[in-house]
């Protein structure tokens, strides 16, 4: 990470601690700290030649504290825990360390706005995921921060017309030499036009934004898009947008030694959507549209009943490998921070080992998730799918891999301070070879 990375946490440390000076004291605090033991058992097979099948049962202490702040303007969260595991593979253990922050907060009210969160954590470089690698103690131990800065103005430019400029900074830094670092800045200035009283809205955006990334060409994304939307009856709605982009985008090498090369991607951005609100608790999207890449649907539909909620969700966007450095693993944590600032954390919020993947792709993802939360008085239920197809086509050879996973958890609460969950998960998938893995669960919590 070096010097660099540990300016910038001390820096956004010092600038949370500013922010929450003054009146901000005077918003609710909670403080919580839990112990979490778990036991994780492991059954995976790759077909290959030779197959490998493996089964492993990994034992999980986890401390956990965390503190969430809120208040009339802003957000506060602040989470520390470490991960204790030890397989029952002979020497096979590892200690992973993990401190998180995020930050809403209104500046002026309605006029300046600032998002912002911080990762570190430390972990051994070669324990990963059973399905690609053994649990083995890696030789390596490897440090990696993740920081966002999302600050946002907004004006008023008359009755009806807003304009808004968004500005997003990404620092990503590892001490793995394989991943290198990266650094992202972006701008999206926006006009919007809403006359909700004659049942329309138009906007304009203009976005830019440049990643540089080590070892590679820089990521150069620009574009320009007007859009409109248009009211049908009470809860109808039409949409459309077209526009202009313009792309850089870096071709992974075959290897460190080949020289870095681009791909230069423009042309005309189009899509259409319409929305359906019956009732305030039932929303639906469906939409079509184009880009350089290809097509791009997207639908979502969500409806929430009074313990229940479900959700559905189809995507087919342009993304890179390393996001799943930088966010939270979609089946075990998606959830996390909403959950938080809803006011508690989940039961199984802590991850689990991570594949090592080549973080320099750019890919071409389709994805289709569902999911289906039950809260009872004591007890929650949670059904989860995800199918996932990615196209590696930015490199010099092209692949596509696809994976599906599903699960589902199971939590109770047996007192006032402790708790149990029990979860199962399978994902098949298939890249260079094809595998399977089941993944079972369980863990008791108590807070302190």
Not at 65 to 87: C, D, F, H, T
Not at 112 to 124: H, N, S, T
Not at 185 to 202: C, I, M, P, V
Not at 226 to 252: F, M, T, Y
Request: proline share 3%; glycine share 6%.
């Amino acid at each position: 990470m070096g010097c660099i990375g540990l300016r910038v946490l001390v820096v956004v440390t010092t600038a949370f601690c500013a922010l929450i000076n003054g009146p901000v004291m005077s918003a609710e605090w909670n403080l919580n700290k839990k112990l979490t033991f778990g036991l994780l058992h492991t059954d995976s097979l790759v077909y290959a030649e030779p197959d490998e099948q493996q089964r492993t049962v990994t034992g999980q202490v986890v401390p956990t504290l965390s503190l969430l702040r809120r208040g009339a303007y802003s957000n506060l969260l602040l989470l520390s825990e470490i991960e204790y595991l030890k397989s029952d593979e002979e020497g096979v253990e590892s200690l992973r360390p993990r401190l998180f922050s995020s930050l809403e907060t209104t500046i002026k009210e309605n006029r300046l706005f600032l998002d912002a969160d911080v990762e570190l954590r430390q972990e051994y470089a070669n324990f990963g995921s059973a399905i690609l690698e053994p649990l083995s103690q890696g030789t390596e131990l490897r440090t990696r921060y993740n920081l966002n800065i999302d600050p946002r103005i907004a004006l008023d430019l008359g009755q009806f017309t807003d304009l808004q400029l968004v500005y997003e900074f990404n620092a990503f830094g590892t001490t793995d030499s394989e991943i290198g670092d990266s650094l992202t800045n972006g701008a999206t200035l926006s006009f919007d036009h809403d006359r909700a009283d004659r049942g329309y809205n138009a906007g304009t955006s203009f976005t830019l934004n440049r990643s540089d990334i080590s070892g590679s060409e820089p990521l150069i994304q620009k574009n320009v898009v007007s859009s409109v939307g248009l009211d049908v009856g009470q809860a109808w709605k039409v949409s459309g947008s077209v526009g202009r982009e313009w792309n850089q985008i870096p071709i992974l090498a075959d290897s460190a030694s080949s020289a870095p090369e681009v791909d230069t991607e423009s042309g005309a951005i189009w899509d259409v959507g319409i929305q359906w609100n019956p009732v305030a608790r039932t929303a639906f999207f469906a939409g079509y549209g184009k880009r350089f890449y290809g097509v791009r649907p997207l639908l979502e539909i969500t409806h929430r009943m009074r313990r229940s909620n479900i959700s559905l969700n189809w995507t087919r966007n342009l993304t890179r490998t390393r996001a799943t450095l930088t966010s939270f693993d979609l089946l075990n944590n998606s959830d996390l921070q909403e959950e938080t600032f809803l006011g508690s954390l989940p039961q199984d919020s802590v991850a689990l080992p991570e594949p090592e993947i080549i973080v320099n792709e750019f890919a071409v993802e389709e994805q289709f998730r569902a999911k289906y939360y039950l809260r009872g008085r004591i007890s929650s239920l949670r059904l989860e799918a995800l199918y996932a197809r990615r196209e590696l086509k930015f490199q010099k050879n092209s692949a596509t891999e696809s994976r599906v996973s599903l699960r589902t958890s199971f939590s109770r609460q047996l007192g006032k301070r402790t708790s149990v969950s029990l979860s199962y998960q399978r994902t098949e998938g298939k890249s260079e070879s094809r595998y399977y893995e089941n993944r079972v669960r369980v863990t008791f919590s108590v807070e302190i």
